[in-house]
């Protein structure tokens, strides 16, 4: 079994989380279309919900489980 090493936050969920709030400010400053700004914060927050619920299910997993399978031809021998 590997070793378990602390997992960092991903650069990725954090440039999504923060681009968020941002989307919000850049609008309202900039006064861009409403429309616009609904569908992008749709998409970021789709993404970002994605990305964190991987990152998230996959924070206990160290490379030794079941499904894990070195030769691709999915025979296991039993």
Do not use: H
């Amino acid at each position: 079994m590997k070793p378990k090493t602390r997992q960092k936050t991903p650069f990725l969920l954090v440039l999504f989380g923060g681009a968020i709030p941002v989307t919000l400010i850049l609008s309202s400053y900039y006064n861009l279309p409403e429309a616009f700004t609904v569908l992008a914060l749709v998409l970021l927050s789709l993404l970002f919900g994605s990305m964190a619920l991987w990152v998230f299910a996959n924070r206990n997993a160290n490379g030794s489980e079941w499904w894990q399978d070195d030769s691709a031809s999915g025979w296991r021998g039993y």
